[in-house]
């Protein structure tokens, strides 16, 4: 297994053999300093990467790597180089098979080109152009063998010859410098599908021109290619091993992201496609000839499934699947995804879906195992570039979740989850199928976010596929997930830039088991790294992907001493080794095509050692067992039978439609079962309500966890000691003490608020506990100051009356005036805080755990940095250090800001 490290001394490539340490195999040129400055294709072996000159090089990784030498073989570690027209190239890609590199360099100056007709004056006149920044260039490889061939080239008296030749020592022939537009690159277009053996590439040398020998010297044969109309030529194969040829070139000044990548292929390059502002142009995969274009008005993003055609199949015929987003042309119209299951000229959308709402953008998930089914994540907001950069806990987080089957007849569209649950940080395919089963991966917040798996049957049954939701749990702040590719680990995380504030939890993952049979188990917590002592900022981990084999998993850490990569154990998280860097720009694995290796076997996480472990990590959820909780749950289960009954009622009557094929079976709604399950838990609720009100009087929370359900029993007033008690009969962490006794509270207070006057719980009247006033929530925080302010107005009037005319409840209410202003003080800080939301937060790690600075406007950093250090006891030495950084950022924020 190779990988590729983007440093700033180089491009580096490593192997590593199993979880031994890695070894070096070749240092390439510099890269760009840039994210993307690396690209690798699975099935050609390529590796493609931006270099600092500006062009683009290319190297077979089969043919350098084959050997345990850096010079294996004479084309090892030769580059195919793309130069670029005018500026450097910023971005390129490979097509699926690895036949087309793809670069886009930003918009240069425009080139003067030949006009095709007459100027006025009747001479050949020149005109101006534009500049066409999008390349998609062919590559060919030519066979090492023969090692010698020959060509024929006849003048036309119109092209140069077009090479490029050094007489090196006058004796050794002509050796082919550049190959420039001209006769040799003409030949070279002829053969480069038919005859690449005999592609001529930089590096070779002319031994013979016509009859001239090499004896006869270099001179003799330069003069014989110039005199001669027709030149023979025989060459001598050099070290080059392939030849990019610009097939076709685009204009597209600028590209948003979200039509990112702007061409795209079939997985077996029969056809391209590339979209454009009202159509799809659809283009022979192989010689990128537009074929015809499909009219679809305000399209902003486009995606093409990975199992399309066969070759030489009619694309009427296949089961080509694309999927296009248009965005609302206005507030009246709705933003729609069509998706098409044909191409042809006259083709028409299989499926269109409306959204009323807002929508932005959407992220379209093509489903890797047999791209027929169809993720649709909508985001309300536009892209920015802190969405990018992953500088936000949200990242490129979506409100609502849709499943797409085009192929569907009775039930093509299923709400996988709505803005009400909480806003989708990520989603991924899993990229195999369990049990004949499709699976999906989900990551909802709020913060601490919930990973949850949603699993249905694909339907070709005559029964109804059922869509399965099992919730994982919530393991901390995160924000992203990654997949192995064998589908037996994922990596759960925080991606963010370094400093960027949004957790204090960038340095902590975790690693979960998917089991053969599909179950879902989180195998361990890692914690990547931890913060020196002299560091102001602690680490984070701005990248990890797991090797190919899936028993390994490498991590970029960031930091203020340099960039480190760490290579985990994915069995344990035990680090194996460390690989340190100056600067690193992208790290990535070398692809390897499916089924190269065996899926690992790890040991199932089970047994009680990892009880604690698990309970430890998890968050836990909170709700009082009374009456109302149960009229939600029934009320649920019974829209969930209503919506069943209308799926089978659709079935039918498609079913009885002549003409018609028999549907699939319909997707239900998450988290349904069966009817008769259904069935059931209405007769469990239902007597449940049924129950005497003496049974819903005692203090009964059902506390959820990772381990499962589990009731707590208590009194009012005594929450703190019964969750204390809670944590340490389950093994859990005695720091959810503190948030569970006040989930409590809050659950308490709610249910005594939706409950009748005359049937609220014993103790709900005079002396009861104070109400708890969320401090988050800036209305209710301004009501109670309110409130506050008001009681004081009073006590002062109070106080002006003749102690004499007081009765005994208003020297009371004179007494507490100390405590209401105390509070009133502290409520008023706090609704300022609400009113001046944070520009940055800092993320600071102390002896006594990771701490966290807010700065809002009118704050200072100096007495931010003060007040921090003497809270924390920390040495007033640090104050000057902390507050300069702070500075630093926030200029460094407001530069990007006003560029932006």
């Known amino acids: 297994m190779d990988f590729v490290v983007a440093a700033s001394t180089g491009t580096h490539l490593y192997r590593a053999e199993g979880l031994a340490k890695p070894t070096l195999l070749q240092t390439l040129p510099r890269p760009q300093p840039v994210r993307h400055c690396l690209a690798s294709n699975c099935d050609g072996g390529l590796l493609a990467v931006l270099l600092q000159s500006g062009a683009v090089g290319i190297w077979d990784l089969r043919e350098g790597g084959s050997a345990q030498t850096k010079a294996p073989g004479p084309t090892a570690w030769v580059p195919c180089e793309v130069a670029p027209q005018s500026g450097p190239i910023t971005r390129c890609y490979f097509s699926p098979k690895g036949s087309f590199l793809v670069t886009w360099e930003p918009q240069g100056t425009i080139h003067r080109v030949e006009g095709k007709g007459e100027s006025k004056g009747g001479a050949a006149g020149k005109s101006f152009g534009r500049a066409e920044n999008l390349s998609a260039w062919g590559i060919t490889r030519r066979p090492r063998y023969p090692t010698e061939f020959q060509i024929e080239i006849s003048k036309d008296g119109k092209q140069k010859l077009g090479v490029n030749v050094d007489h090196l020592d006058g004796c050794s022939g002509l050796l082919v410098r550049r190959v420039d537009p001209g006769l040799v690159e003409g030949h070279n277009r002829a053969v480069r599908t038919s005859q690449p053996a ?378 194996l080794y460390r690989l340190k860097f100056e600067g690193i720009s992208a790290v990535a694995w070398q692809p390897r095509p499916a089924g190269t290796f065996p899926a690992p076997d790890f040991p199932v996480p089970v047994g009680a050692s990892d009880e604690g472990a698990l309970s430890t990590a998890a968050s836990l959820a909170v709700e009082l067992r009374d009456r109302e909780l149960f009229r939600r749950r029934l009320r649920k289960v019974q829209g969930k039978l209503r919506e069943l009954e209308r799926g089978r009622q659709k079935t039918a009557k498609a079913k009885s439609k002549p003409g018609k094929a028999a549907p699939q079976a319909p997707i239900a709604e998450a988290g349904q079962e069966s009817e008769a399950e259904l069935r059931a838990a209405v007769a469990a609720l239902e007597a449940e309500l049924a129950k005497p009100d003496e049974h819903f009087e005692q203090l009964v929370f059902e506390v959820s966890c990772l381990e499962g359900m589990r009731l707590l029993e208590t009194l009012p007033g005594e929450f703190r000691d019964a969750a204390r008690n809670f944590c340490r009969e389950h093994c859990l962490d005695p720091q959810l003490a503190g948030p569970l006794a006040e989930q409590m509270e809050q659950q308490l207070q709610r249910g005594q608020n939706s409950q009748p006057k005359d049937k609220r719980r014993p103790g709900g009247g005079r002396g009861q506990k104070p109400a708890v006033i969320d401090l988050g929530d800036k209305d209710a925080v301004q009501r109670k100051v309110r409130a506050l302010q008001k009681k004081l107005r009073e006590i002062d009037k109070l106080k002006q009356m003749p102690e004499s005319a007081l009765e005994l409840l208003q020297k009371e209410k004179i007494l507490t005036e100390a405590q209401v202003r105390q509070e009133c003080g502290h409520l008023e800080r706090e609704l300022d805080l609400l009113c001046r939301l944070p520009r940055l937060v800092f993320d600071v790690e102390t002896d006594s755990g990771m701490r966290y600075i807010e700065f809002r406007d009118g704050d200072d950093c100096l007495d931010l940095a003060k007040r921090f250090c003497e809270e924390h006891d920390l040495d007033k030495e640090l104050i000057q250090p902390l507050a300069a950084h702070m500075e630093a950022k926030l200029a460094a924020d407001e530069e990007e800001n006003y560029n932006s």
Request: overall charge negative; some cysteine.
């Open 198 to 575: 005999m592609l001529v590439l930089p590096g070779d040398k002319i031994l013979v021109v016509n009859n001239t020998p090499l004896s006869a010297g270099a001179k003799c044969m330069a003069e014989e290619i110039q005199r001669a109309d027709v030149l023979k030529l025989t060459l001598q194969k050099g070290p080059a091993w392939a030849l990019a040829l610009p097939m076709a070139r685009f204009f597209a000044p600028h590209i948003s992201p979200l039509r990112w990548p702007p061409i795209q292929w079939s997985s077996d390059e029969a056809y391209a496609f590339r979209s454009v502002t009202d159509e799809i142009q659809v283009m022979d995969g192989r010689t990128m000839q537009q074929l015809w274009r499909l009219e679809v008005h305000s399209i902003s993003q486009l995606a093409v499934s990975q199992r399309l055609c066969t070759s030489g199949t009619a694309p009427e015929a296949c089961s080509a699947c694309l999927a296009v987003f248009c965005p609302a042309a206005s507030s009246c119209s709705p933003g729609m995804v069509r998706v098409f299951t044909s191409f042809g000229k006259k083709a028409m959308p299989a499926l269109t879906k409306s959204f009323f709402s807002d929508c932005a953008w959407v992220s379209l998930k093509w489903d890797p195992v047999d791209g027929q089914d169809l993720l649709a994540l909508v985001h309300s907001s536009d892209l920015t570039e802190d969405d990018l950069a992953f500088r936000t806990l949200h990242g490129q987080g979506g409100n609502s979740l849709y499943l797409l089957r085009p192929h569907e007849a009775a039930e093509p569209v299923a709400a996988l989850s709505s803005s009400q649950e909480g806003a989708i940080l990520d989603v991924q395919w899993s990229p195999a199928c369990r049990n004949e089963a499709r699976s999906i991966i989900l990551l909802q917040g709020p913060q601490p976010a919930l990973v949850s798996v949603l699993s249905y049957s694909s339907g070709g049954g005559g029964g109804q596929a059922v869509l399965r939701r099992v919730n994982l749990g919530r393991f901390g702040v995160r924000n992203c997930f990654t997949l192995d590719p064998c589908c037996r680990s994922f990596c759960l995380r925080v991606q963010s830039e370094r400093g960027g504030g949004i957790s204090n939890e960038a340095d902590s993952a975790d690693l979960f088991d998917v089991a053969v049979d599909g179950t879902i188990l989180r195998r361990t917590g890692v914690a990547v790294v931890s913060r020196q002592k002299d560091q102001v900022l602690g680490p984070s981990v701005s990248a990890a992907e797991f090797s190919p084999d899936g028993r390994i998993l490498m991590t970029n850490v960031q930091s203020e001493a340099g960039s480190e990569l760490r290579f985990l154990g994915a069995a344990d998280g035990q680090t």
